[in-house]
Nanobody, 125 residues
Framework: QVQLVESGGGLVKAGGSLRLSCAAS????????VAWFRQVPGEEREFVAA????????RYADSVKGRFTISRDNAKNTVYLQLNSLKPEDTAVYYC??????????????????WGQGTQVTVSS
């Protein structure tokens, strides 16, 4: 089992920044790729970004490419998502997820086995 806890969400104005953290405990965290997804009420949970177990490979949704940066510190069992140039359409609950996925870093939520409870990000216009 891997337990994941997100933090760092909040209310920010458009153009602002936030840094989300995903702290892990349990089984060897460094074995797992980690992804961030987000969800707006009434909509599907969508892929945002993913990072490989080593941190050497990343993947982003087109909607956040160039604005968001995913990274990890395996010594701290933590994955980060830096959110810059935020837009109102980035408002959502952000979830981190861990799984054993291939080097292409799946965008499919069903490929990730462990999930956190989510953290709310609200961007005002």
């Amino acid at each position: 089992q891997v337990q994941l806890v997100e933090s760092g969400g909040g209310l920010v104005k458009a153009g602002g920044s936030l840094r989300l953290s995903c702290a892990a405990s349990g089984r060897t965290f460094s074995n797992y790729a980690v992804a961030w997804f987000r969800q707006v009420p009434g909509e599907e949970r969508e892929f945002v970004a993913a990072v490989s177990w080593s941190g050497g490979n990343t993947r982003y949704a087109d909607s956040v490419k160039g604005r968001f940066t995913i990274s990890r510190d395996n010594a701290k069992n933590t994955v980060y998502l830096q959110l810059n140039s935020l837009k109102p359409e980035d408002t959502a609950v952000y979830y981190c997820a861990a799984g054993i996925v291939g080097t292409l870093l799946s965008r499919n939520r069903n490929d990730y086995d462990y999930w956190g409870q989510g953290t709310q990000v609200t961007v005002s216009s």
